[in-house]
C-alpha cells in the first residue's frame, strides 16, 4: 500500500502563503491523478483540485488564480502553492490519489487568521 505524507503547514495571516508537500512511498505521480484535498472543521472532505500525470491541472473556483497544484518527479513528490490565503482555507490539507482506494495520511493543518 502507499503511503502519503502530507507537510508544510502553519499559521498564517490573511493574505500570506504556504507551500505543502505530499511525499508517498512509492513512485505514484507520473503514473496517477493526484488530488489536493481539505477539510475544514465542521465540513466535509472536499478536493481542491488534480493534476494528471501528463500534468494537466484542475483547480476549484474557489481557489483558482491563488492555488497551483506541482509534481516534481525526480524528488517523488507533489506540491501546493497557496498564495494570498484567506480565512476560509483554513483545514487539514490532504493529497491522495484519484480513483483509486488509498489510505489517508494525517495531513496538514492550515490555519489562516484575519
Known amino acids: 500500500q502507499v503511503h502519503l505524507v502530507e507537510s508544510g503547514g502553519g499559521l498564517v495571516q490573511d493574505g500570506g502563503s504556504l507551500r505543502l508537500s505530499c511525499a508517498a512511498s512509492?513512485?505514484?505521480?507520473?503514473?496517477?491523478?493526484m488530488g489536493w484535498y481539505r477539510q475544514a472543521p465542521g465540513k466535509e472532505r472536499e478536493l481542491v483540485g488534480f493534476?494528471?500525470?501528463?500534468?494537466?491541472?484542475v483547480l476549484i473556483t474557489t481557489v483558482e488564480g491563488r492555488f497551483t497544484i506541482s509534481t516534481d518527479i525526480a524528488n517523488n513528490a507533489m506540491y501546493l502553492q497557496m498564495n494570498n490565503l484567506k480565512p476560509e482555507d483554513t483545514a487539514v490539507y490532504y493529497c491522495?490519489?484519484?480513483?483509486?482506494?488509498?489510505?489517508w495520511g494525517q495531513g496538514t493543518q492550515v490555519t489562516v487568521s484575519s
Open positions: 493534476i494528471t500525470a501528463g500534468g494537466k491541472t
Open positions: 512509492e513512485r505514484i505521480f507520473s503514473t496517477y491523478t
Open positions: 491522495n490519489i484519484i480513483g483509486k482506494q488509498t489510505p
